[in-house]
């Protein structure tokens, strides 16, 4: 597979995202703070990464939890994943929640997040009155679970 470029202002003293390994699909992004802070139980913010990118047209930014925050210290992200655009130039945010029962101390240069680049296509929607008929149909959640 073709490696595709992507254009980064790292505004941080943190090292660019990079893939751990070989076979990582996501890239760590890190806190860019002056100082710690502290999240109490269920208190959000927004923890900036002094990254700004240029992806190219036809490709998003996937940002999503750490699943080593989430079982250790009941951190994650809110409006997961996050999508960023190709057309966005601003900084890269990651909206944070501490899901825990203490407060959760977040340290500058911390891994907060990764992010994934993904390929994606835009739809032109066809309105009609009448859908195809499925063996599903209109069954909704947990419907497959019933005997």
Do not use: W
Not at 91 to 106: A, F, G, R, V, Y
């Amino acid at each position: 597979m073709a490696d595709i470029i992507v254009k980064i202002i790292n505004k941080s003293d943190n090292e660019l995202p990079a893939y751990a390994t070989a076979d990582a699909a996501g890239m760590d992004l890190r806190a860019h703070l002056e100082t710690a802070i502290t999240l109490q139980p269920l208190e959000r913010t927004l923890v900036p990464t002094g990254l700004f990118m240029e992806l190219p047209s036809g490709y998003e930014a996937q940002i999503r939890p750490r699943s080593g925050l989430a079982i250790k210290q009941g951190l994650t992200l809110l409006n997961t994943p996050g999508t960023i655009d190709a057309d966005y130039r601003g900084e890269i945010k990651i909206i944070m929640i501490n899901l825990s029962n203490e407060p959760q101390t977040i340290q500058p240069a911390d891994r907060i997040a990764q992010m994934i680049i993904a390929p994606f296509v835009q739809v032109v929607m066809e309105p009609v009155v009448v859908l195809t008929d499925t063996i599903r149909g209109v069954g909704g959640f947990g419907h497959t679970g019933k005997s």
